[in-house]
């Protein structure tokens, strides 16, 4: 059974917003770090936010510093990712994922949600 499912992934036209959610099914959410990745086409999926169990740290990938903002609620089993002044390259499956540690390397997270496209036109 899918752990984490992604959701608010849509078509925005460049320059404005969107708020993906994701939410887990377990009541376990609050010991995991949690964290953004996004793939567009023809490329790897990549690092875009990740946030520490409290919500106390984070931390954001260059391409999208001063624009995203990721958040979550733990007595709702949630992490949200707010996305302003959208770009075209900011065009991608989105993806939710949890990991042991507070880290931007792929590879340690081990749960992943489905992912939700989100598409920008200029």
């Known amino acids: 059974q899918v752990q984490l499912v992604e959701s608010g992934g849509g078509s925005v036209q460049a320059g404005g917003s969107l708020r993906l959610s994701c939410a887990a099914s377990?009541?376990?959410?609050?010991?995991?770090?949690m964290g953004w990745f996004r793939q567009a086409p023809g490329k790897e999926r990549e690092f875009v936010a990740t946030?520490?169990?409290?919500?106390?740290?984070?931390h954001y990938s260059d391409s999208v510093k001063g624009r995203f903002t990721i958040s979550r609620d733990n007595a709702k089993n949630a992490v949200y990712l707010q996305m302003n002044s959208l770009k075209p390259e900011d065009t991608a499956v989105y993806y939710c994922?949890?990991?042991?540690?507070?880290?931007?390397?792929?590879?340690?997270?081990?749960?992943w949600g489905q992912g939700t496209q989100v598409t920008v036109s200029s």
């Open positions: 946030i520490s169990r409290s919500g106390g740290s984070n």
């Open positions: 377990r009541s376990i959410f609050s010991w995991y770090n």
């Open positions: 994922a949890a990991s042991d540690s507070y880290t931007i390397i792929r590879s340690l997270y081990n749960k």
